[in-house]
C-alpha cells in the first residue's frame, strides 16, 4: 500500500516561510500526480496546489498563488511546498495526496492515497 509521508511542519511567526515535504517510503512518485491539501478543524478540506509527473503545476487557492512553490524532485522521490510569507490564515493541517492517474485536481475523490498530515501553524 502506497503510504505517502509529510514532514516539514511546525510553527512560525508571520512573515516567515516553511518548505513542507511529501515522500513514499517503497514507491517512486515519479508517475504521479501529487497534490497538496489543507483542512482547518471541522472544515472542509481544500486542494492547495498540485504537480503532474510532466511537473505541470497548479494552484488552486488564489491568496497562495504568490507565495506557494510547489515542486518535485524524482532522484529524491519527494515533492515539496515551499510555502513563503505566511500569515495566520494559512494555519492549517497539510496533506500530500497521490493521484494513481497523474490527474491534477483541487477535488479529493481524485486522489487515492493521502497521507496523515502534518500541522503548520503561523503565530507570534
Known amino acids: 500500500q502506497l503510504q505517502p509521508v509529510e514532514s516539514g511542519g511546525g510553527l512560525v511567526q508571520p512573515g516567515g516561510s516553511l518548505r513542507l515535504s511529501c515522500t513514499a517510503s517503497?514507491?517512486?512518485?515519479?508517475?504521479?500526480?501529487i497534490g497538496w491539501f489543507r483542512q482547518a478543524p471541522g472544515k472542509v478540506r481544500e486542494g492547495v496546489s498540485c504537480?503532474?509527473?510532466?511537473?505541470?503545476?497548479?494552484y488552486y487557492v488564489d491568496s497562495v498563488k504568490a507565495r506557494f512553490t510547489i515542486s518535485r524532485d524524482n532522484a529524491k522521490n519527494t515533492v515539496y511546498l515551499q510555502m513563503n510569507s505566511l500569515q495566520p490564515e494559512d494555519t492549517f493541517v497539510y496533506y500530500c495526496a497521490v493521484s494513481r492517474n497523474n490527474f491534477c485536481s483541487a477535488q479529493n475523490i481524485e486522489y487515492d492515497y493521502w497521507g496523515q498530515g502534518t500541522q503548520v501553524t503561523v503565530s507570534s
Open positions: 504537480i503532474s509527473s510532466e511537473h505541470y503545476t497548479y
Open positions: 517503497g514507491f517512486t512518485l515519479d508517475n504521479y500526480a
